[in-house]
């Protein structure tokens, strides 16, 4: 089987759509694109498209923003997560050397 969330990576998704799924207006989608919280791809004519991952991020934006949580504290968080997730892969790879070099495997 392909990999499982490469389909939900895929920025093929217009606004419109985005919208229906999630129950944001237009503006609203943008303004957190304008704050970084969000990054879609843009067709050679400038319409932005977004992924399925792209649309579950942006309803648990709207469910913080809801809970009264501002845009800079969910930009640092997700920094921070982004942060966390880039040193967990940094280690697995060290990992994975240091049981590639000393015959180390794992069953």
């Known amino acids: 089987m392909a990999n499982e969330s490469s389909y939900k990576d895929k920025k093929v998704i217009t606004i419109g759509i985005v919208k229906e799924l999630t129950g944001l207006s237009e503006r609203q989608i943008r303004y957190y694109e304008e704050r970084k919280l969000i990054f879609p791809d843009r067709t ?53 050397q240091l049981n590639a070099r000393f015959g180390v495997r794992k069953y």
């Open 44 to 96: 050679p004519g400038g319409s932005r498209r977004y992924s399925f991952a792209d649309v579950e991020q942006l309803v648990e934006i709207a469910n913080k923003i809801e809970d009264g949580v501002q845009t800079y504290e969910i930009r640092q968080e997700m920094i921070r997560e982004k942060k966390r997730t880039d040193e967990e892969a940094h280690k697995k790879m060290i990992q994975g």
